[in-house]
C-alpha cells in the first residue's frame, strides 16, 4: 500500500462536533486506493464549524453562506480520475505529490447526520470520500453524466469502507 501523508487539524469546532481524525484519514486512504492512486500524495483536512467554512466559502468562493465541504486540489486535472497521469509536480522536500486540501464543516456534518437518519460516522465518510473525488477531478455540476460517474464512485467507495468496518 502506498504511504499517503494526511494532516489534519482542527479550528473552532464544539466539543460536542468532533469528528473521528482516524476515520477521515482511513477515508482519504481508501478512496485514494480505490481510485489507484499509487504515488503517496500529500492532502491537508481542515475541520472547522459552520461560521468557518463560511468565511473560506465567501473568500474562495465568493458565496457568503455556509457549506458541508470543500475541496482545493492544488492540480486541476484536465479529465477526472488517476490513470495514465505524468505528474513532474512532486515536492522534492517530501517525495509526496501536494493533491489538496479538503475543508470539513463538523458542524454541518452533525446536522446533516440527523436529518439524513444516519450517523454522523456516516456522513464525515461520505463527504470525505466525495471531497477526495474532487481533488482527483471528479465534478458534478456540469454534465449529467459526470454526476452519474462520480455517484458511482462514491457508492463503490462507501461500500469497500463498510466492509472492512468503517465506523470503528
Known sequence: ??????????????????????????????????????????????????????????????????TDVLSFPMIEFQSAGWANRVFDEIDPDTDLFPLGEIVLSAERIHSQAKDYGHTAQHETAYLT???????????????????????????RIMRELKEVGYDK
Open 1 to 66: 500500500m502506498t504511504k499517503h501523508v494526511i494532516y489534519a487539524r482542527r479550528r473552532g469546532v464544539k466539543k460536542d462536533d468532533m469528528l473521528p481524525v482516524p476515520l477521515i484519514k482511513r477515508c482519504v486512504r481508501e478512496a485514494l486506493e480505490f481510485e489507484g492512486v499509487d504515488l503517496p500524495c500529500e492532502v491537508s483536512v481542515l475541520i472547522t464549524d459552520d461560521r468557518g467554512i463560511r468565511g473560506i466559502n465567501l473568500e474562495f468562493r465568493g458565496i457568503d453562506e455556509p
Open 129 to 155: 470520500v466525495h471531497s477526495v473525488l474532487h481533488l482527483l477531478g471528479y465534478d458534478h455540476v456540469d454534465e449529467a453524466e459526470d454526476k452519474r460517474q462520480m455517484r458511482e464512485r462514491e457508492k
